[in-house]
């Protein structure tokens, strides 16, 4: 059974920093490209950054310069890094598998989610 478990999130003001991290199980960790979307208040699935089994990044243009996103096959853990955080990046952040090793499919077309973590920025 495929399981991803976020955590690291909570509530940080502007300007701020945060890590999340995800554990993933049930699946060879290596094998597949894992990424970050995520959900604020009223609004639709976005998608922040993905990174291929071998390491590629392809991180969304807003957020690239404040995101990093990273991977140990290892220890089977995917980590988001954000820094300069603003109101505007509050959501639910999900840890999300893809189906394949590259990252030649839709961003939004993963085929696993956890449960999420909540990002609050607020002063």
């Known amino acids: 059974e495929v399981q991803l478990v976020e955590s690291g999130g909570g509530q940080v003001q502007p300007g701020g920093s945060l890590g999340l991290s995800c554990e993933a199980s049930g699946f060879t960790f290596e094998n597949y490209a894992m990424g970050w979307v995520r959900q604020a208040p009223g609004k639709g699935l976005e998608w922040i950054s993905r990174i291929a089994g071998g390491g590629l990044v392809e991180t969304w243009d807003s957020v690239k310069a404040r995101f990093t996103l990273s991977r140990d096959n290892a220890k089977n853990t995917l980590t988001l890094q954000m820094s300069d955080l603003k109101p505007e990046d509050t959501a639910v952040y999900y840890c999300?598998?893809?189906?394949?090793?590259?990252?030649?499919?839709?961003?939004?077309?993963?085929?696993?989610r956890g449960q999420g973590t909540q990002v609050t920025v607020s002063s």
């Open positions: 999300v598998k893809y189906r394949i090793f590259g990252l030649s499919d839709d961003p939004l077309l993963y085929d696993y």
